[in-house]
């Protein structure tokens, strides 16, 4: 709720919704609302995309994070989101931010990549304890070990976010390890997946994905969203 000002008076506005000032550079904002077991998977970016699901993966209401639903993988080997390319999607050498909220479901792998392993390719893995953001081009990984609180089954928020040349992973708003030099070009024409093959199957939950190229949003240690992502730009 936020405050309106009336002469001689404050009142609570309960039906405010704060927006989002970097809209407008969303590529992809996945809040997983909708029915059980639904593969209507809901992309509320200005600019929505159309998803292939692949395998099983669903909209789960079993316990989401935020709203009514959660995107589930796990159910079938390789379930997975497939998005087709976007211009959106490259963030060339420019800054960029990637994050979402996770519930480890007794498996990791991949979370989110680029579609190929060609030039600009990227992912979002998590091995062990060990989340890390790989160019898959190069086989480059740059580690980031998260605590081992990754795996206890409840939600955590996850961020890799790049300012200039200099990328950082953030776990629940804190910084895992030294920031990481990167000065890689993620210019690319490979589609998106959520989930699916490498590093074994996914089998986790996940909520409120949003990437936004152009905006480093994280470059120091911060609060954890406590609500759902904003749909609109303020």
């Known amino acids: 709720m936020s405050p309106i000002y009336v002469p001689g008076k404050v009142t609570l506005a ?4 704060e927006g989002d000032r970097y809209f407008s550079n969303v590529s ?15 992309d509320n970016s200005p600019t929505p995309k159309i998803v292939t699901t692949n395998n099983g993966i669903v909209v789960s209401t079993s316990s989401p994070k935020f709203g009514s639903g959660s995107l589930k993988a796990g159910d ?4 997975e989101l497939i998005y087709p390319y976007s211009v959106q999607y490259n963030f060339g050498t ?6 979402l909220q ?9 979370i989110i ?3 190929g392993e060609t030039q600009g390719d990227w ?7 060990n989340l890390f953001w790989q160019d898959r081009y190069l086989n480059n990984s740059l580690y980031f070990r998260a605590a081992s609180a990754i795996l206890d089954s409840n939600w955590h928020h996850i961020a890799v976010s790049r300012q200039g040349t200099t990328s950082r992973m953030f776990f629940d708003g804190v910084q895992q390890g030294a920031t990481v030099a990167d000065s890689t070009n993620y210019t690319t024409t490979s589609g998106l997946r959520l989930g699916g093959a490498g590093y074994g199957s996914l089998n986790s939950f996940i909520d409120d994905l949003r990437i936004t190229a152009g905006i480093a949003r994280y470059t120091a240690n911060f609060t954890p969203p406590t609500a759902p992502f904003a749909d609109a730009q303020y």
């Open 76 to 79: 079938i080997a390789n379930s």
């Open 102 to 110: 996770f519930k480890y479901n007794g498996a990791g792998g991949v």
């Open 28 to 42: 992809l904002l996945l809040h997983g609302d909708g029915a059980n077991g639904s593969t209507t998977i809901v």
């Open 123 to 129: 992912a979002l893995m998590l091995s062990g304890t």
């Open 94 to 99: 420019g800054d960029f931010t990637v994050e």
């Open 14 to 17: 309960k039906d405010y919704t």
């Open 113 to 115: 990549r680029r579609n």
